[in-house]
């Protein structure tokens, strides 16, 4: 079974580009949600993907995007970017289990190193 | 909103002691709690996780927490702490009303002394 796959692994940006990340979710996944963890802190949670829709968001500003494919792959774009988007962003799949999503096991990628200048 | 809280920012312990990584949690219904590990440059892994099933879980590697709703808490312990056991460790808390967002806390860095 492969696991979580994230493209590319480090990337260097300037201030005012744009970037796309994308995931690979696990065989059977059909959920992905994306997660920014800054230096020394905690991952916080950016959105999440449903069956190709956007199915809960953080409190994130629009110019981070995303989208989810048939094959349940899913990217993340970032407009205009800002010093502080500089972070390892996570992607996680997971597949419903139940009733209550509360209780699904989300399994994580590596992550994608970005640093913006 | 649901929120977590790791009352730790740093735990040392040496080769063969107890672990102890205290977690409390806020939440308005009843909760799915995880545990995940992160050793530097990599992701994160799931050590474990409760689901209002067993009170006492069991995870990967001899990990185990105790889910103590009067006390808010989900504490991480292991008998015996290994060398491999250095990493960060973050405390989750599940909002279910519209999907599976986690909200991690802060972190406890682990480290092992041989």
């Known amino acids: 079974e492969t696991g979580v796959t994230q493209s590319p692994t480090h990337l260097i940006k300037t201030r005012g580009q744009q970037v796309t990340l994308r995931c690979s979710s696990q065989?059977?996944?059909?959920?992905v949600s994306w997660y920014q963890q800054a230096l020394g802190q905690g991952p916080q949670f950016i959105f999440q993907?449903?069956?190709?829709?956007?199915?809960g968001r953080g409190n994130f500003p629009p110019r981070f995007s995303g989208l989810q494919f048939p094959n349940y792959s899913s990217e993340l774009n970032v407009n205009a970017l800002e010093l502080d988007d500089s972070a390892l962003y996570l992607c996680a799949s997971s597949r419903p289990q139940g009733a209550l999503l509360s209780t699904d096991t989300q399994y994580f990628g590596p992550g994608t190193r970005l640093t913006v200048l | 909103a649901q929120s977590v809280t790791q009352l730790d920012s740093h735990v040392s312990v040496s080769e063969g002691t107890p672990v102890l990584l205290r977690c409390n949690y806020s939440?308005?219904?009843?909760?799915?709690l995880f545990w995940y590990v992160q050793h530097p440059n990599k992701g994160l892994q799931l050590l474990l996780k409760y689901t209002s099933a067993a009170t006492l879980v069991k995870g990967i590697n001899g990990f185990e927490a105790e889910f103590k709703k009067s006390e808010t808490s989900f504490h991480l312990t292991k008998p015996s702490a290994h060398m491999s056991d250095a990493a960060e460790y973050f405390c989750?808390?599940?909002?279910?009303?519209?999907?599976?967002?986690?909200?991690f806390g802060a972190g406890t860095i682990l480290r092992v002394k041989s």
């Open positions: 989750v808390v599940s909002e279910g009303e519209y999907g599976n967002k986690l909200v």
């Open positions: 993907y449903y069956r190709e829709e956007e199915n």
């Open positions: 939440s308005s219904y009843s909760p799915s």
């Open positions: 065989s059977g996944h059909n959920t």
